[in-house]
C-alpha cells in the first residue's frame, strides 16, 4: 500500500481541502489501491484522528463539517453512477434518537445502493418507532444502525424485539459505526455487529464469519 498518498490524503480530509482530496484519490487509484482500502485506511483513519477536535474542551464545529463535506465528496468520487436498478432486498439505514452523527450511515447508504440493495434512509436522530414504521411499511429484509455515541446503545438492544413484536419475524439487524462496534452481537442483541461497511455486506451475502 501507498502509505505516504494515504497520509496525503487523510491530512487533505484533515484539513477539509476537498479539492486536494480529489487529487489524493486519483493518485492513489492511479497506485492501484482500490475504494474499500481508501475508506477502511484513509477516511477512517482521518476521522480517528479528528477525534480530539470533538471533545468538550475542543470543538469547532465549522472546522468538522468541512472535513465531512471532503468525505463525503470523496464518497461521490468514489461512487459516481447514478443508483443501479435495485437487484437485492431492501434495506433501511439509520442512526437512532440523539445520535446526530451521520457520515458513517450516508457511506453505508453510498455503498449498499452502489452494491444493487435497495436503501431507504430514515436519517440521524431517528426514533425506533420510525424505524420499525418504516421497516413494515417498506418491507425491509434488513436494517442497518449506525451508532457513534454510546447513549443508543438501550435502543439498539430493542430494536429486535420490537420488530419481531410488529410481526416483522425475519428482519436482519445490523449494527456499525465507531461506538457499536466495540460491542459484541450479544451486548446489542442485534444480529451482526459490522467493522465496516464492507464486512456488513459480507455477512448479508456469505453469513457469519467462517461460515461459506
Ligand atoms: C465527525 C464527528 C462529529 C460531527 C458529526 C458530523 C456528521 N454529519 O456525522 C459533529 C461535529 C456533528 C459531532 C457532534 C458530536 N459528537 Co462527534 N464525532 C465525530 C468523529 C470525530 C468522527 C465520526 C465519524 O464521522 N467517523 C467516520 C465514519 C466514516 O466512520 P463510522 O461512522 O465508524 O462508519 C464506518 C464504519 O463504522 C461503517 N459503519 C458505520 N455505521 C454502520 C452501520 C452498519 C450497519 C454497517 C454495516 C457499517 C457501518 O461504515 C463506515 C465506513 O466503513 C467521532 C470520533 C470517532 N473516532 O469516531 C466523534 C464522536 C463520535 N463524537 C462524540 C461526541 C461526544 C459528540 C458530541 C456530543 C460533542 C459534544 N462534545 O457536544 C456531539 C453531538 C453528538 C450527538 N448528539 O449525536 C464522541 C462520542 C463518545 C461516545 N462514545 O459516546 C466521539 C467518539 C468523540 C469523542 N472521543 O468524544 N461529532
Not at 463539517?65 to 468520487?77: D, Y
Not at 446503545?153 to 419481531?164: E, L, T
Amino acid at each position: 500500500m501507498n502509505e505516504q498518498s494515504l497520509d496525503r490524503l487523510i491530512d487533505a480530509l484533515l484539513e477539509g481541502d476537498q479539492f486536494r482530496a480529489f487529487a489524493e484519490v486519483d493518485s492513489l487509484r492511479n497506485a492501484g489501491i482500490d475504494n474499500n482500502q481508501i475508506i477502511i485506511n484513509g477516511i477512517e483513519t482521518a476521522m480517528g484522528r479528528l477525534d480530539a477536535k470533538c471533545t468538550l474542551e475542543q470543538f469547532n464545529l465549522l472546522e468538522i463539517m468541512l472535513v465531512g463535506r471532503a468525505v463525503m465528496g470523496v464518497i461521490k468520487m468514489l461512487y459516481p453512477e447514478s443508483p443501479p436498478v435495485p437487484t437485492r432486498e431492501t434495506v433501511i439505514v439509520a442512526s437512532l434518537e440523539g445520535d446526530v452523527h451521520d457520515l458513517g450511515k450516508n457511506i453505508v447508504k453510498t455503498i449498499m445502493t452502489a452494491r444493487g440493495y435497495r436503501v431507504i434512509d430514515c436519517g440521524k436522530d431517528c426514533p425506533v418507532d420510525k424505524l420499525l414504521d418504516t421497516a413494515v411499511r417498506e418491507e425491509a429484509a434488513i436494517i442497518s444502525i449506525s451508532g457513534l455515541i454510546t447513549s443508543v446503545i438501550p435502543m439498539v438492544r430493542q430494536v429486535i424485539p420490537m420488530a419481531r413484536a410488529r410481526g416483522l419475524t425475519k428482519v436482519k439487524v445490523l449494527a456499525g459505526g465507531a461506538a457499536l462496534k466495540q460491542a459484541s452481537a450479544d451486548i446489542l442483541n442485534v444480529d451482526y455487529v459490522a467493522d465496516s461497511v464492507f464486512d456488513g455486506i459480507r455477512f448479508l451475502e456469505d453469513g457469519p464469519k467462517g461460515e461459506q
